[in-house]
Each structure stands twice: as C-alpha cells, then as structure tokens.
C-alpha cells in the first residue's frame, strides 16, 4: 500500500524521532525500520531504558538513535530557540521544564534539523502530541489552521484495496464553516498523495434539506464554498452517510451529483463525529486506520491512536517521513 513511500525514501533515506522510546510498538516498529535502510529511528528517553525495554521484548534496535534530553549537550541552545518562538508567551523556565518532556523535546529535534520527521502518541494523548508542534512549527504558509485525516484502507473481494480519506476526527473540534472548506481541500489533496480520486461529501444528519438547523446550514453552506475553491474536484452536500455511499440510498434521496451514494472523502461536521466515525469503520468495518494524518503543518509530525499497533507505528513512520517534501 505504501511502497511508493517507500521508493521515495530509498531515495532520500530520513530520520524520524520516536517520541515514546520505550515503548514496546514503537521498539517493534523501529526494529522493523532497521532492517531497511531508508528510515532510521530516532528514540527519545534514557539509553539504559529503552536498551532495557527492547532486549526484553526481544527486538533488535542496533542503529537507531538515542536522544534524552536530560544530558542533550544542545539543551542550552535548545531552550534559547524555544523561547525566541515562543515570542513571550512562555518563559525561559517553562521552555526548559517543557523540553525536559519528549514531546517538546521531539519537536525542537525536527525544528533545529536534528531529524525529519515524527511522530508521536503511542501514549501521549493527542492534544499532547500535537500541541507542541502547534506551537512550534505553526502552520505551513496558506495555510490558517492545522486539521488531520484518516487514510481507511480494506482489502476487497476482487483484490484492490478500498481506500478512503476522512476528516477531521482528531483536532479541530467545533470547525467554523470557512474551517471546513480549508479541511476539505487538504483532505482532497491528502487523498490525491494516497491514490484516490476524491468525491467529497459534507456529512450531516440531513440529506440537501430534509432535516433543519444550524449545523446543517453550516455543513450546507461549507459545501457551497469548498466546490468554489476546488472547482476540478466533485463535492456535494450536506448528505447522510447512507446517501454518501449508497448508490441505492442516494436516489431514493433524490440525490443527482456523481457524488452521492460514490463518495469517497468524508468532512464530518466535528471531531465527536468524526472521532466516533473513523473509530466504528476501522473496529466494525474492517478497515485499517492510518491517522491521524496531520495537514497544514509546516513540518512533517503526526500523531498515533493510542490503541494502535506496531505495524500502524511501522505505516505511520513510512507515511510521515515519506511525504517530506
Ligand atoms: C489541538 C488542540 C490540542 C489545541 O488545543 P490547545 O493546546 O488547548 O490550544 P490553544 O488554544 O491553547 O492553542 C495553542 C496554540 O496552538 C495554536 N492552535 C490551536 N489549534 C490550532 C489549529 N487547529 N491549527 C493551528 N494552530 C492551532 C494556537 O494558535 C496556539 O498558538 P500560540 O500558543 O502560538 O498562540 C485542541 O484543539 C484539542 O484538544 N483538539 C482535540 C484533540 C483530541 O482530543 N482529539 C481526539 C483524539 S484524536
Ligand atoms: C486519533 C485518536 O482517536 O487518538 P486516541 O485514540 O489516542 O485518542
């Protein structure tokens, strides 16, 4: 599913920081990375620890990193450039007590080039993982917020992976309307990178107007703005899923785009139900989740669901790096 990343970064062999060293999924994973030559692991924590947690699980890390920030050499300057970005808004010891923690830490190691990439979240939490790099990396240039998306990926009858793209069901909360049209056209472009041919559909509990109220206006009129800005892409709305997918459904609704009952790019109106949507596919529809994959960000940092697995680690690893620009 991802050799293409994979043929890109034997060309361009990078390094990843591993923000949850020890962990035994990421120890796995980084084994798994070292017996290729394109992606060397980066771990953060204490040498004797991480040695420790993978001799016992058995895995074989000879030729990763190992970065702890309690005896970094560079924390001096480390700590001095936070505060430079932070522009006031924390102080030279909230910036040190921060970069004692492998998050923050991570993210100055891509910041000051130290690695390419990361990523994070086996046990951090999302809003954890990614607020650093929020704060740190900031949004890429045209680009006013940081959203993420799902790549779901099922294997089908015939052979041909069913792939979808989903979005956002890990960051932005409430988004706004002008919010959704800026997700929808990363989540489009993020699609086109996996092989997709995007469909949009702005999701709702109303098919072009058969329920009321303010969040079906708001996915309407989103829907409305987003086939302004992506004219070459199809988009339609605000639908239900059923009529998203279901050719079937979509006519009894009355639905005559190329979109309806064909979708498949799904904006959700929110993250409660986006993160609940992705999470019912992937544990009831049998599809692998690879995600969250963050968009707008001006370096190339993702996050894991906590309840992932090594070879989700291994994925996300080659997913993150390989779309290094
Ligand atoms: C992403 C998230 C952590 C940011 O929350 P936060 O840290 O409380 O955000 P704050 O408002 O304090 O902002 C922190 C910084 O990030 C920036 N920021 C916040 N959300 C942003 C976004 N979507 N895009 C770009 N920047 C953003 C702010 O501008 C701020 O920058 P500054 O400190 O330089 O001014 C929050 O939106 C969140 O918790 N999202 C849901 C995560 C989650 O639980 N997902 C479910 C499981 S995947
Ligand atoms: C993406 C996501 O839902 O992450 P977690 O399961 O760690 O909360």
Redesign the pocket.
């Known amino acids: 599913m991802f050799e293409f990343l994979i043929k890109k970064l034997k060309a361009h062999p990078r390094k990843i920081v591993f923000t949850e060293g020890t962990d035994p999924r990421i120890l796995e994973a980084s084994a798994r990375l070292l017996s290729g030559t394109f992606l060397t692991p980066v771990l953060v924590g204490n040498a004797d620890e991480i040695t420790k947690a993978a001799e016992e699980a058995g895995f074989n890390i000879r030729g990763a990193e190992i970065m702890d920030p309690a005896i970094f050499p560079d924390m001096d300057k480390m700590v001095a450039l936070m505060v430079e970005l932070?522009k006031g808004?924390m102080t030279e010891e909230q910036c040190r007590k921060s970069l004692s923690q492998a998050n923050y830490f991570g993210t100055m190691l891509v910041k000051m080039g130290y690695a390419d990439a990361l990523l994070g979240g086996a046990t951090y939490?999302?809003?954890d993982t990614?607020?650093p790099a929020?704060?740190i990396i900031k949004?890429k240039p045209g680009s006013k917020?940081?959203?993420s998306c799902f790549i779901m990926v099922r294997p089908s009858a015939t052979g041909e992976n069913e792939v979808l793209a989903m979005a956002d069901?890990?960051?932005?909360?409430k988004p706004t309307e002008d919010e959704l049209v800026e997700i929808a056209v990363e989540t489009a472009r993020t699609a086109k990178v996996f092989g997709i041919d995007p469909k949009v559909a702005f999701l709702s509990y109303s098919t072009l107007g058969s329920g009321k109220g303010e969040d079906v206006d708001k996915m309407r009129n989103a829907c409305e703005k987003a086939k302004a800005a992506m004219p070459d892409v199809p988009v339609d709305g605000e639908f239900q899923f059923d009529a998203a997918v279901s050719p079937v459904v979509a006519k009894t609704k009355h639905i005559t785009s190329s979109v309806g009952g064909h979708a498949n790019t799904f904006i959700f109106p929110d993250?409660n139900a986006g993160?609940i949507g992705y999470k019912i596919c992937q544990r009831m529809g049998n599809f692998d989740a690879y995600g969250?994959i963050l968009q707008?960000l001006n370096a190339p940092i993702n996050?894991l669901?906590r309840g992932c697995n090594a070879l989700e680690v291994y994925s996300m690893a080659i997913i993150t790096a390989g779309l290094v620009d």
Do not use: E, F
């Not at 069901?169 to 909360?173: G, K, L, P, V």
């Open positions: 932070r808004k939490s999302t809003a990614v607020r929020l704060q949004t917020i940081v959203s069901c890990a960051i932005n909360i993250i993160n969250p707008g996050d669901s």
